[in-house]
């Protein structure tokens, strides 16, 4: 059986120099990287200070705003006529897709079926 080599005390010390230089340029490159992470989180708490703010300026400004019965109930009139155009712009939109797709014939599949909104 072959004997071991034991290594000597230079390899030892030249082993550990480069593990130690490994790990130093490890280390740098961590320590980049939670410098950059840290810098970013600043700027994201920044930010949602900003929209914190924006938030409670709203929340001021509806609180102040005096609506009646009436004004709500016509906003909501309002929103109900918006919604049925918008139910009739789909429809319409859909209409016209599939009058194009029986146009073009595209892969020779039938159209889709108009979904009811």
Same mark, same amino acid.
């Given at each position: %059986?072959?004997?071991?080599?034991? &290594?000597?005390?230079?390899? +030892?010390?030249?082993?550990? +120099?480069?593990? *130690?230089? $490994?790990?130093? *340029?490890? /280390?740098?490159?961590?320590?980049?990287?939670?410098?950059?992470?840290?810098?970013? +989180?600043?700027?994201?708490?920044?930010?949602? *200070?900003?929209?914190?703010?924006?938030?409670?300026? $709203? !929340?001021? #400004?509806?609180?102040?705003?005096?609506?009646?019965?009436?004004?709500? !109930?016509? =906003?909501? %009139?309002?929103?109900? #006529? =918006?919604?049925?155009?918008?139910?009739? +712009? $789909? #429809? @319409?939109? =859909?209409?016209?897709?599939?009058?194009? #797709? @029986?146009?073009? @014939? /595209? *892969? @020779? /599949?039938? &159209?889709? &079926?108009? /979904?009811?909104?």
């Amino acid at each position: %059986m072959p004997a071991k080599k034991t &290594p000597t005390s230079q390899d +030892i010390s030249k082993q550990l +120099i480069q593990t *130690s230089v $490994a790990l130093q *340029s490890k /280390t740098v490159d961590l320590l980049s990287k939670v410098s950059k992470l840290t810098d970013e +989180i600043a700027e994201l708490n920044k930010n949602v *200070s900003k929209l914190l703010s924006v938030f409670e300026e $709203a !929340a001021k #400004r509806v609180s102040e705003t005096k609506t009646t019965e009436e004004e709500i !109930a016509a =906003l909501a %009139m309002k929103l109900e #006529r =918006l919604l049925e155009q918008n139910k009739n +712009i $789909a #429809r @319409g939109l =859909l209409l016209l897709e599939e009058y194009v #797709r @029986g146009k073009i @014939g /595209t *892969s @020779g /599949t039938p &159209p889709k &079926p108009v /979904t009811e909104y």
